[in-house]
């Protein structure tokens, strides 16, 4: 899905671009919930069972060219034997594939841009990111306009801002009499974490977003962003609107 978005992006076949993103994460969302990674794990072990299978079968077909009169019966029952087995393994690996199918295809095709237009209304707008080769970028989808930013920073780039962030939270472990002589300070560069983050996350969204509250779809390290603390030149982002998070927008529908 995340190929095709960027083929419709080449295009400026934006809403179509969206709708492939949407897809691919109600979809990864879907088969979490669904127990697909088990599924997937199951199916796996189908398949090496049945590659061994097949050796051995192998074995025995060449086995019967050079086999003896009388061994040829013994030979043959071990032939039938794991040809039954096969054919159960694969009917059993089939059927998985289409449950699953039958399963998770019609909820990740469920998405509805007209629907979630009318959900988010005149007062909320939707930031869905997306990461493509390591880039973030981001839909922003209001009740009147669909707008793509490219590039807005690299997942590297926001993995280190929120190690910073992190290492600062997490000196507050030691407890406020051992940090209360560097409070100020540690305040100081978690804001300061907090406030470039929002400049590569926020900032260049900012014409599209508006006034409005914000429903954010996080991408990969984003998930760890706190959005309702990033903060602006006007104070945090929650001081300002409302922000949510949601896993996709399809789902948030």
């Known amino acids: 899905f995340n190929q095709l978005a960027k083929i419709a992006l080449r295009q400026n076949r934006v809403e179509e671009a969206f709708g492939f993103v949407e897809r691919a994460k109600s979809r990864s969302l879907l088969e979490m919930m669904n127990g697909v990674r088990g599924a997937a794990k199951a199916s796996t072990v189908y398949s090496s069972k049945a ?3 097949r050796e051995e079968l192998n074995w025995f077909y ?3 060219r050079t086999a003896r009169p009388d061994e040829t019966p013994r030979l043959q029952l ?7 087995r096969l054919s159960e393994l694969l009917r ?3 059927s998985l594939g289409k449950t699953l199918s039958t399963e998770l295809e019609p909820q990740a095709k469920s998405f509805d841009i007209d629907q979630i237009r009318k959900t988010l209304g005149p007062g909320r707008a939707l930031v869905d990111y997306v990461t493509f080769d390591g880039n973030l970028s981001a839909f922003v989808l209001t009740s009147e306009d669909l707008h793509f930013k490219s590039e807005l920073s690299t997942e590297r780039n926001v993995a280190e801002e929120l190690g910073q962030l992190r290492f600062q939270f ?3 472990r030691y407890g406020r009499n051992a940090v209360s002589a560097f409070a100020g300070q540690l305040a100081q560069r978690a804001d300061l974490s907090l406030a470039r983050l929002y400049e590569l996350l ?5 014409s599209a977003i508006g006034d409005r509250d914000l429903v954010v779809v996080p991408s990969g390290p984003l998930h760890y962003v706190p959005f309702s603390a990033l903060k602006s030149a ?3 982002l929650i001081q300002s609107r409302k922000v949510s998070v949601a896993p996709s927008a399809a789902i948030w529908q």
């Open 170 to 172: 997490e000196a507050l």
């Open 202 to 206: 926020v900032s260049p969204l900012e």
């Open 92 to 94: 059993r690996e089939q």
């Open 62 to 64: 060449n086995k019967t």
């Open 78 to 84: 071990e032939i039938r034997r794991r040809e039954r």
């Open 51 to 53: 590659a061994g299978l």
């Open 234 to 236: 006007f104070g945090y």
